[in-house]
């Protein structure tokens, strides 16, 4: 009879520990399940950002150019339009001047978004990728959406990454590499002549040798390799300057003069194997670079002869450092 009442007693004991209980994991769900929709909005957005070291022209052409994205993208080009990347597929459907729109999709998610650039200053250029994407209702779906979000804006940067390294290295914006070097060799003995051909190998070679034995002769010593500057100023004229850098002051001879260049002077410097296709090349190229880094040349242009054409024939093989002196 005591063990039934006391049975009775407890009874509602425990049943009012269970109620709260229950209670109190109804209050925690509750908790989660409204953070879950505060913390994670309706709409699921991704922002990336990165600054590039490079020219706001070079950023328009491989960005807004959709033959151009096959040179940088790091997955797979299926057509001009459409690129994957570890899995999420891409699809440019719309650029402009400031940059391109395109879809992209992994997992049942679908993002529209926008890349757009803008220049900070005369050397860096700012890219923005923004992505959005509606989210779903149902709890569970929310929560997994929302990984695969955090996954997708990871993708996206590393996208920004492989682009901002592409375009950082002007070998592959250009076609060379192109970098500033400081006037070591200001002392020039030049001679200049015109001629109504293209100066072949032989005729450079032998204006070079007039200048070694000239500057030898007064007990000068060449300072770096022998220079060309070749100049078409119309369909059947050539004026062609060679001069040989040399350690210190003589006095010219015959049509030889001296030329000097401002010690420490900033050249822009292209290193360029081939021949002459790829030198004219590698000439214009340049021009490109300065104009899109709205840089100017006080002086003309030439030729750093490293290699010996006289000896080496295979024009393959020529090295050559194309100098441009810029302000």
């Not at 002077?265 to 090349?281: E, R, S």
């Amino acid at each position: 009879m005591c063990n039934i009442v006391r049975f009775n007693i407890q009874l509602p004991v425990f049943m009012t520990k269970m109620k709260k209980i229950i209670l109190i994991i109804l209050a925690i769900a509750f908790i989660i399940v409204t953070g879950v929709y505060l913390l994670i909005p309706s709409s699921l957005k991704i922002t990336n950002q990165i600054t590039i070291e490079a020219s706001d022209a070079s950023t328009f052409k491989f960005l807004t150019h959709e033959n151009e994205w096959a040179k940088w993208w790091p997955g797979t080009k299926t057509n001009d339009s459409l690129y994957t990347y570890n899995g999420t597929t891409f699809h440019i459907s719309k650029t402009t001047n400031g940059g391109v729109n395109l879809i992209f999709e992994k997992n049942g998610l679908s993002f529209n978004s926008e890349i757009s650039y803008l220049a900070d200053n005369d050397y860096e250029v700012k890219i923005t990728w923004l992505a959005e994407s509606n989210g779903s209702a149902n709890l569970l779906q929310k929560v997994n959406d929302y990984r695969h979000t955090r996954l997708l804006k990871d993708e996206t940067t590393a996208i920004l990454h492989h682009l901002k390294v592409f375009l950082e290295d002007e070998k592959n914006t250009y076609g060379y590499k192109i970098y500033i070097n400081k006037v070591k060799a200001p002392i020039l003995l030049t001679t200049a002549t015109s001629l109504n051909t293209y100066p072949d190998v032989r005729y450079v070679y032998e204006s070079i040798n007039q200048l070694r034995e000239q500057a030898k002769a007064q007990g000068a010593k060449e300072a770096s390799f022998p220079m060309l500057n070749v100049n078409q100023t119309d369909d059947k004229q050539y004026e062609i300057r060679v001069a040989l850098p040399i350690d210190k002051l003589i006095n010219p001879e015959g049509k030889s003069s001296i030329n000097k260049m401002v010690p420490g002077g900033n050249l822009l410097v292209a290193d360029v194997k081939g021949g002459p296709n790829t030198i004219h090349n590698a000439f214009s190229q340049i021009k490109v670079f300065m104009k899109d880094h709205r840089l100017i040349s006080p002086a003309m242009p030439f030729e750093s002869l490293v290699t010996d054409r006289s000896v080496e024939k295979d024009t393959a093989k020529w090295v050559t450092k194309i100098y441009y002196p810029i302000f």
